[in-house]
């Protein structure tokens, strides 16, 4: 069959070329044979049938090669591809790069392999997780600069590349259009409307799978290179190919078929195919041919698009309200409803819109880009098919993935400028769009209820719909912002009138959206979160164009772009006034905080001031206009003081969100900024009398501010009086003291906001990133300023590196403020408008008040410091005109005076921000320093009969004798006779002040309102209706008003000097500086009153204000000298008294609570330092457990639950708590000093074969093999693996008592970190884990020292009394409550660890299992206890665990267990040290298999074994008696290891040498004599006959002399000193000595009584510490012969079993590289070696490198997953797994894991957890070592505090 197809091809490609006309007939036949839809293929012949897909395809391959191997084909048409664009496309989940140094376009991306060849060193990239998909721009030279092209796709000249030889394609120039209308027909024909919105995805994805096999194929084509594109290119747009075949016209019924059922689908879609508009039955009558008037969201839509899917969509998402519906006159109808297809791309891409964009064919939509004509046609295309595309998203149930895969092409096509431009003219890029986006908005349309809800003709977006609740429209906002972005469109836009009415009207319906009504009554039953959808609405579809827009306005060749922007914003908003019918009164208690339009007004005013030297008044409407303007951001402002104030608590806490989103660093440069910007504009322009009475109106505490002590508010309750006065006043000082669009520049900006982000808290580097408000155009990407974000910061801050706090908890890089930040930059204001929580600007105080304490500059309480301000832009001049108007002074007076009276609702702060504005006014008066001195000439204005003038400075010192002002009837003032009114004494001159008249706030603000309303006569009539709605007459159950006329006689200037007394607590406090020191009137910045707390505040100004003025200057110096007479103390009434002390009690129950917290927390600290030395296994506890004084007759414990204290008695034992884990640690030792790396390579592997664990368990096989079982569990240790580790806290309880806590756990029902039926608790003391108690021995410490005395005995009698103690046989002690906690923490022990680490004899069950496995805990515990010490006793001292050791008490359950096994008194390894054997050949007869040679067995097994099984307590002299037996037998094992070491002419040299000296007195003592012994009898069997000669070769060159022999021999033996000083401590108490490296042999032997006092170290050899029990050479004699005789059998094995000098290193984990780059690279894409599938978390483990699958069902076992497997088996339940898609650490400890942190940090310090920024990433030492140290000391579980269960998901 192959054959034939080849034979075929290769005739037809042979004629084609000759262009005979019958070859390209017959290869059409055949195809269309070959390329049949399927219900043909299965009537002919039912076998082709099933591998019709295939036999098709394989036809294709083998047409296209002509009948030449595919593989050749491919090659040969590569060959022909100039490459310059990678164009690599790949889907979601992805990792790609982005280099922002190389990148044009901010969308560009890189793959892995072209940015690795690229040189991008030191560049400010990042690594991400592509989230929609995207492709390669690797040699574009339209999205990236060329310097960053990879060195495949530097440009090649076209050049070099040959061009195509034309029979290559000829044959794929005529299948290609066959295949691909195969394709199509089989999407046509598997394509059915969905009937009755029920989604017919199932036949869909069908139909898609069908036809995989065929895009793949397509996709394969497109990888060939670009030869092979054009050919595609070429095929999909020809038109007359499309014509040919798909027109449906021809013969073949099948095609006609299909051509229906297109026609079908494009209808189904509402779409018509223009010829057939009128003879279409299938759409509405006349629908399409009136495009004028069409009602319906969906304009003339079909049957597909049902509208009833759309009313019950509206009613679920929105209950009661109702969708408005529009005309859409406005639209272009062609725009939405026309369609028509002329060539095969076309009609593919309107295929795979309706299949709703399969993933594989985007890919090869995209693989295709490479090749500029068919970009273009492409682009067109899409254009083409866009508004299609958007009413499909709407309709789409998986809009998600729908939405990535629109952007995942569209960002390909948009992102390229030139492309854009085209299209933008070619194809009405821009109209499209905004049409688009109308039509798509207005399908969620409600009728606004801001203002007058009645008759409100404005609609809104409604912000519960699902459009934008799940972001729907998302895919074509983001398409809009990326074409805005560049220049060339975005001109057009600007230029186009028409197109910005449409976009200003598309704004609007998001102007108002999201209303909130403040409840008064009951709580909100249902708190909508659609807050969240109206916030990201406005930022992506109305201030991210808005930015986009902006960046083209730079210069003032744009001014006419800003000139139609301003004007048709002012339209709309005009439009909007009217629709709202809004005439000057808002609302009361509603609020939007969605004014897109108003910012749209303002951020171009802002532009066109700063960048484009335009006037400003030639962009502003008239005062009307301006008034309502700043309604609505006023009431926000107020809003938002209201929300904290709680006045909206009813409505739950999603209201609190707002008010904290509209401030957030992501919204409050499109949000709040605007708004405040525009406030201040309207400020600069309108009356300032009018503005600042309004603010206080806005505020509802236009009441508070009279000058009597009571007053009545009708609008709000008295407890929200004083935070709505407070944020009234903060506001006015924002307004009038922020400067970010009145004249900063973008680094000052930039360094102001830095500044105060870093002021609240220090910061790390990427949440500064996030906190600084960027340009959101996501363009720029850049932050603005000349000045890089980098090197503002280091200006600005320090780095703090990452710290490690001894508990663990790991500290990230952090920026902290510079000292001189502080000093000089640190702004309250900047630091209130950027705080979403109120406790931020708490902390910024906080640590302020810290830095002037520490830098000893100010003592007490400082106020926020008043920071100068830039200077104003000149066209916002007019704002400062707001703090020179009566109203203000006014207001500033009645506040100074209420605060000097003590009336109530007034706090520091109000007193703080008045003093701030009175500052602001001094600040900036020069200007008006003219009228100073004829203060009357001035035009009058209102309230005359408060202030002459409006200037500040004139005013301060202007004395108010009497107000009349309106009190209740009940108020203290109204008792008082009037005096007669009596001129005032102010500035020598009398001017006659009369009683100033109440001032009523908001009567001035109406007069003012209507004087200007007159003046623009025109709205004049309807603007004068009656007010019903404003409440401001008072309700009549309050007390009457009278007026009363109060005495005052003070002007500002005096009430500020009143008030420094007041605040010093002394009378006559103030004294003018000026008349000591002439100076401080001429320096201007005097730093002794830059920082201070209120007295410093006052004094600066009244400095200011003599500054500023003589006649000021004399005033104050009047004032201080009348002052001198004491005043006597003014009555105070009783209810205000009341309110003073409670103020008073208030503070001083304040510091009495901090002085007791800080008491508290020294005590805390205390104790954690003496209690928990959790942090590190080195610290000593204070807590003496068996090691008590020697005096104390008997160990007392305290119990930490009943708090008594006594001994431990059988009947109420006390035990420790204890923490019981199985550990690997161990195990994980290696012979050799370098640590295992983890291998980043194929090429880099870890073999386990060299652990410590691995090498004990072979010899344990291998002596199993040999020998009898029994004994072979008596000749060495177990728990490398799987041991159990007993760690203790220190604290002891009773045994009951903690029956009972435990109860206690049990009942408790809150979730716990911790599983109490697993028998787990935490320490009641110290709350350090633990999991059982270990009973403690009641012990009796006379009889220790009694004991430790030397006797006299020889060691003969010692033996003696060893072996007799050895034989009494342990009888199980009576049924005491101790015996029985022994037994079960016996279980308990056996049952931490995995029952494969406890059983290792050949017969389950036996009880050497037990025997072997209990002396095993104990060398478990002693070897890791060295391990802690750092492998040596150099150290010396007390155990460092020593105290909160449990080793003692362990002993003595261990040997209580062990006694309970006998060893048969002939197998007892004790006789066969310590007794010649009398008869050598009675073993080996009757025994089947012998024993272990005494040679072969491990001596400090042999050493556990002897003290466990003698009778506790132990006496030392038998103690140092078995030690010196055991002492003997290492040595010779040390001999008879040199021995096979060297080589045969050594050995007959030292055997001989030796010899010599044997008579020598001392032979037994000398390490020759006894070698040379050894060597004799080993000889005699065939022990060293097996030497290879390799070995001789190794070994040869190093000879031993007798100093290396004597290094060797000491070597070998120390281990097992170490071992037995250790228990030797443990048992007996007592310090061990330290002392250096060298020496530490000769120290421990003397301290384990092994060498006698009297020795000289001149001559020491380590043969002097022998102590022979028996005559040595017999005893040598018979250990040899065990070998010899076992040497005869099995002569390969002797020297395996031998054991070896011992040399481990300690234990490791894997050494990390350094980039985290390289270990992300190979592992990301490694495939499992279980399931070979690459895993979706892959994660590495840390100790030995197995590479596992994270919680992957793919390689779970009995409900295990693998890491929690692989913990089991590696660490015998612990776990340490690097995660490598997130860089983090997790631990798995039996059923619990923690996530630990990441030992890699980027070049900031910081993690970067799941990899999210992508920043390169550097190993951190100091982590891993903690890790490692963590790892090694079993401490994880008292460190990290975090854990939670994983429930084997792992």
Same mark, same amino acid.
């Given at each position: ?108 991306? $890189? ?126 747009? +020809? ?191 821009? !109209? ?9 908005? #207005? ?85 909508? @979160? ?93 005062? #009307? ?47 709040? !900024? ?94 500064? %990133? ?58 309250? =204001? ?11 600007? @708490? ?346 004084? @020697? ?8 119990? =930490? ?35 295992? *790396? ?123 009394? =060893? ?38 004899? *050949? ?29 040596? %006793? ?125 008579? %020598? ?97 001149? @001559? ?5 510490? $022998? ?49 985290? +780059? ?34 992957? %069902? ?97």
């Amino acid at each position: 069959m192959a054959q034939e197809k080849r034979a075929t091809a290769a005739r037809l490609k042979a004629a084609l070329s000759l262009e005979q006309e019958s070859a390209a007939a017959e290869l059409r036949a055949l195809l269309e044979r070959v390329l049949s839809l399927r219900d043909e293929a299965s009537s002919s012949s039912s076998s082709s049938s099933s591998s019709s897909p295939e036999a098709a395809l394989s036809w294709c391959r083998c047409l296209l090669a002509g009948g030449e191997p595919w593989e050749g084909f491919v090659a040969a048409v590569r060959a022909y591809d100039p490459a310059t664009l990678c164009g690599l496309v790949w889907t979601a989940n992805f990792v790609a790069y982005r280099c922002r140094t190389c990148g044009i376009s901010p969308c560009m991306s $890189l793959c892995a392999e072209c940015f690795h060849q690229g040189e991008h060193a030191g560049h400010d990239y990042n690594m991400f997780r592509s989230q929609a998909g995207g492709a390669c721009d690797c040699g574009d030279g339209n999205v990236m600069r060329e310097a960053g092209f990879c060195k495949r796709h530097r440009i090649k000249s076209s050049s070099e590349v040959p061009s195509v030889p034309k029979d290559l394609l000829i044959m794929s120039e005529l299948v290609l259009p066959q295949f691909i209308f195969y394709l199509i027909q089989y999407l046509r024909d598997g394509y059915n409307e969905p009937v009755l919105d029920l989604p017919s995805e199932k036949d869909l994805l069908k139909v898609l799978q069908m036809l995989e096999p065929h895009i793949s194929f397509l996709e394969d084509l497109t990888k060939m290179g670009g030869a092979m594109r054009s050919v595609l290119t070429q095929v999909l747009t +020809n038109q007359q190919f499309y014509k040919d075949l798909s027109s449906g016209s021809g013969e073949n019924a099948c095609a006609k078929k299909s051509h229906e059922k297109y026609l079908v689908a494009l209808k189904g879609s509402g779409l018509t195919f223009p010829e057939d508009k009128l003879g279409s039955g299938v759409q509405e009558p006349g629908a399409a041919a009136s495009s004028s008037v069409v009602q319906g969201a969906t304009p003339s839509s079909g049957q597909g698009d049902s509208s009833d899917e759309e009313d019950q969509d509206g009613s679920q998402g929105v209950g009661k309200r109702k969708r408005v519906k529009l005309s859409s006159s406005t639209k272009d109808q062609s725009i939405m409803d026309v369609l028509k297809h002329k060539c095969f791309l076309e009609e593919l891409l309107f295929w795979t819109i309706k299949y709703e964009f399969p993933q594989k064919m985007v890919t090869f939509l995209l693989n295709m880009l490479p090749d500029q004509d068919y970009k273009i046609a492409f682009t067109k295309t899409f254009v083409q098919h866009y508004a299609f595309i958007m009413k499909t998203l709407k309709k789409s149930h998986e809009s998600d993935t729908m939405s990535n895969r629109i952007v995942h092409i569209s960002v390909q096509l948009f992102s390229n400028e030139e492309l854009a431009r085209q299209v933008t003219e070619e194809c009405q890029l821009l !109209d499209i769009m905004v049409t688009v986006l109308l039509y798509m908005m #207005e399908s969620c349309l409600i009728k606004s209820e801001l203002q007058d809800e009645e008759n409100s003709l404005h609609v809104v977006v409604n912000c519960g719909e699902s459009l934008l609740k799940n972001n729907t429209y998302w895919p074509l906002v983001s398409d809009f912002i990326n074409i805005l972005s560049h220049q060339s469109v975005a001109k057009k836009f600007l230029e186009d009138h028409r197109l910005l009415v449409t976009w200003m009207n598309f704004v609007s319906f998001f102007q108002g959206m999201n209303l909130n009504k403040r409840e008064l009554n009951e709580h909100v039953e249902f708190e909508s @979160q659609t807050y969240y959808a109206a916030f990201a609405a406005e930022l992506e579809a109305c201030a991210q164009p808005m930015w986009g827009l902006l960046s083209h306005c730079k210069i003032r060749e744009t001014q006419e772009y800003t000139r139609n922007v301003v004007r048709y914003c002012l339209e709309a908003l005009q439009d909007w006034f009217d629709a709202i019918n809004f005439v000057d009164e808002p609302t009361p208690n509603q609020v939007t905080f969605h004014l897109p339009l108003h910012r749209y007004y303002a951020m171009f005013l802002s532009k066109a001031v700063k960048c484009q030297e335009l006037d400003l008044d030639s962009l502003l409407p008239d005062q #009307e206009m301006l008034m309502k303007l700043m309604v609505h951001p006023l009431q926000i402002q107020a809003s938002l003081s209201e929300i904290h104030s709680n006045m909206w608590v009813r409505n739950g806490l999603q209201i609190k969100g707002q008010a904290m989103t509209y401030v957030q660093s992501h919204f409050c440069n499109s949000m709040i !900024d605007p708004d405040i910007y525009l406030l201040q504009i309207c400020a600069s322009r309108l009356d300032p009398d009018y503005f600042i009475s309004s603010v206080f109106e806005r505020f509802k505490v236009v009441d508070l501010l009279t000058m009597a002590s009571q007053h009545q508010n009708t609008v709000l309750d008295s407890e929200h009086e004083r935070s709505m006065l407070e944020g009234a006043l903060t506001f006015l000082v924002i307004l009038l003291s922020l400067r970010l669009h009145l004249g900063m520049t973008d680094d000052e900006i930039l360094r102001a906001e830095m500044v105060a982000q870093l002021c609240m808290n220090d910061r790390t580097h990427s949440s500064l %990133l996030d906190l600084i408000p960027e340009n959101p155009n996501p363009k720029s990407g850049i932050i603005p300023g000349s000045l890089s974000f980098e090197s503002m910061l280091s200006a600005v801050a320090d780095f703090k590196a990452p710290v490690f706090e001894p508990g663990g908890s790991m500290q990230q890089g952090m920026y902290t403020p510079k000292a001189e930040v502080w000093d000089q930059e640190f702004d309250p =204001v900047m630091v209130i408008l950027r705080t979403v929580y109120r406790r931020d600007v @708490q902390s910024a105080m906080d640590r302020y008040t810290a830095f002037l304490k520490q830098s000893g500059k100010v003592h007490g309480n400082p106020w926020p410091p008043y920071k100068k301000r830039t200077v104003l832009h000149p066209s916002y001049k007019g704002l400062m005109r707001l703090l020179h108007c009566k109203t203000l002074h006014i207001v500033l007076f009645t506040l100074l005076y209420k605060i000097l009276m003590d009336h109530q609702n007034l706090s520091e702060h109000v007193l703080c921000m008045v003093l701030y504005l009175i500052e602001l006014g001094l600040e900036n008066s020069s200007d008006l320093e003219s009228d100073e001195e004829d203060a009357g000439v001035g035009q009058e204005r209102c309230h005359d009969s408060w202030f002459p003038g409006n200037n500040l400075v004139s005013n301060m010192r202007h004395f108010i004798n009497y107000v009349r002002v309106r009190v209740p009837e009940t108020a203290p003032e109204v008792k008082r006779e009037p005096p007669a009114s009596t001129s005032s004494d102010g500035s020598g001159a009398s001017q006659n002040s009369g009683t100033a008249q109440v001032f009523s706030l908001v009567a001035e603000r109406r007069k003012k309102f209507q004087e200007i309303i007159n003046r623009n006569t025109t709205e004049a009539n309807q603007a004068v209706r009656p007010k019903t709605s404003m409440k401001w007459s008072a309700p009549g159950a309050t007390p009457q008003l009278t007026t009363a006329i109060l005495e005052v006689k003070e002007s500002i200037l005096s009430l500020l000097i009143k008030l420094h007394h007041k605040l010093s607590g002394k009378q006559n406090s103030y004294f003018p500086p000026w008349l000591d020191d002439m100076e401080t009137l001429i320096q201007h910045e005097n730093p002794k009153y830059l920082h201070g707390d209120g007295m410093t505040a006052v004094e600066r100004i009244l400095l200011k204000a003599a500054l500023q003025s003589r006649l000021n200057k004399h005033i104050i110096e009047d004032i201080c000298r009348k002052v001198t007479p004491p005043v006597p103390p003014k009555k105070i009434s009783p209810a205000e008294k009341k309110t003073l002390d409670k103020e008073e009690r208030r503070q001083k129950a304040r510091e009495r609570q901090q002085k007791l917290l800080a008491e508290f927390a020294s005590r805390q600290k205390s104790f954690m330092e003496t209690a928990m030395d959790v942090e590190s296994p080195d610290v000593d506890i204070a807590m003496e457990i068996a090691t008590a004084e @020697q005096h104390v007759s008997e160990a007392v414990y305290d119990c =930490v639950i009943c708090g008594q204290s006594g001994p431990s008695t059988e009947e109420r034992p006390a035990g420790l708590v204890v923490l019981l884990q199985p550990s690997s640690v161990l195990g994980q030792c290696r012979n050799s000093t370098e640590s295992k *790396k983890l291998p980043t390579s194929e090429k880099e592997q870890i073999y386990p074969g060299d652990t410590c664990a691995a090498i004990y368990e072979a010899r344990l096989a291998t002596l199993q093999q040999y020998f009898k079982d029994s004994s072979c569990l008596q000749s060495v240790s177990i728990g490398w693996e799987g041991g159990v580790y007993v760690q203790t806290c220190g604290h002891t309880l009773h045994i009951d008592c903690h029956k009972s806590y435990m109860e206690s756990l049990r009942n408790d029902q809150v979730l716990q970190g911790f599983s109490v039926d697993k028998g787990e608790f935490t320490c009641p003391l110290c709350r350090q884990f633990a999991n059982s108690v270990l009973p403690c021995y009641p012990g009796n410490n006379v009889e220790r020292t009694l004991w430790q005395c030397h006797s006299n005995k020889s060691m003969q009698d010692l033996i003696k009394e =060893v072996e007799e103690l050895q034989e009494q046989l342990g009888t199980f002690p009576s049924e005491t409550n101790l015996s029985k906690e022994m037994e079960s923490v016996m279980k308990d022990i056996k049952s931490t660890t995995q029952k494969k680490y406890t059983d290792y004899s *050949k017969f389950p069950g036996s009880p050497d299992n037990d025997f072997l496995f209990m002396y095993s805990v104990a060398r478990t515990n002693l070897e890791l206890e060295l391990v802690h010490r750092g492998g040596n %006793l150099c150290l010396g001292g007390a155990s460092t665990a020593g105290k909160r050791s449990c080793l003692n008490q362990l002993f003595h359950v261990l040997a209580m267990h062990m006694r309970l096994y006998s060893i048969d008194s002939a197998f007892n390894p004790w006789k066969k040290l310590t007794q010649l054997a009398i008869d050598e050949n009675l073993q080996m007869s009757n025994e089947e298999q012998p024993e272990v040679p005494v040679l072969y067995r491990d001596v400090s097994s042999l050493l556990l074994i002897q003290i466990l099984t003698m009778p506790q307590p132990l006496r030392k002299e038998h103690f140092i008696c078995i030690t010196k037996v055991l002492f003997t037998l290492l040595y010779i094992q040390a001999l008879v290891a040199l021995s096979v070491k060297c080589s045969s002419e050594e050995r007959i040299t030292w055997m001989n040498s030796g010899a010599l000296k044997k008579s %020598l007195s001392n032979a037994k003592k000398t390490w020759e004599v006894l070698f040379s012994h050894v060597i004799s009898e080993l000889s005699k069997g065939k022990i060293y006959e097996q030497e290879e000669t390799e070995e001789l070769a190794m070994d040869s060159t190093s000879s031993w002399c007798p100093h290396s022999i004597e290094i060797y021999l000491q070597q070998f033996c120390l281990p097992f000193l170490r071992i037995t000083s250790l228990l030797q401590h443990h048992l007996f108490g007592g310090e061990l000595p330290s002392c250096q490296e060298g020496e530490e042999f000769t120290v421990l032997a003397s301290c384990l009584g092994l060498l006698s006092p009297s020795f000289q170290s001149s @001559q020491f050899s380590s043969a002097s510490c $022998l102590d022979w029990p028996v005559p040595a050479f017999d005893i040598i004699s018979q250990w040899c012969s065990e070998l010899v005789s076992f040497s005869n059998t099995h002569p390969t094995q002797v020297k395996v079993l031998l054991i070896q000098e011992p040399k481990w290193d300690l234990p490791r984990l894997l050494q990390l590289p350094e980039n985290y +780059n390289t270990i992300f690279q190979y592992y990301h894409r490694k495939s499992c070696s279980v399931c070979s599938k690459v895993p979706k978390d892959p994660a590495i483990c840390l100790v030995c490198g197995t590479f596992v699958c994270l919680k992957g %069902l793919c390689c779970k076992q009995q409900s295990y997953c693998e890491c929690v497997l692989h913990s089991q088996n590696c660490g015998a339940g612990t776990g340490i797994f690097l995660l490598i898609n997130a860089s983090v650490i997790i631990i798995i400890r039996g059923h619990r894991f923690c996530l630990w942190g990441s030992v890699y940090l980027d070049a900031h310090g910081e993690e970067d957890r799941d990899l999210r920024r992508g920043k390169p990433l550097y190993i951190c030492k100091e982590r891993y070592n903690v890790l490692e140290q963590q790892w090694v000391s079993h401490t994880f579980d008292h460190i990290n505090k975090r854990w939670g269960p994983h429930y084997n998901g792992l």
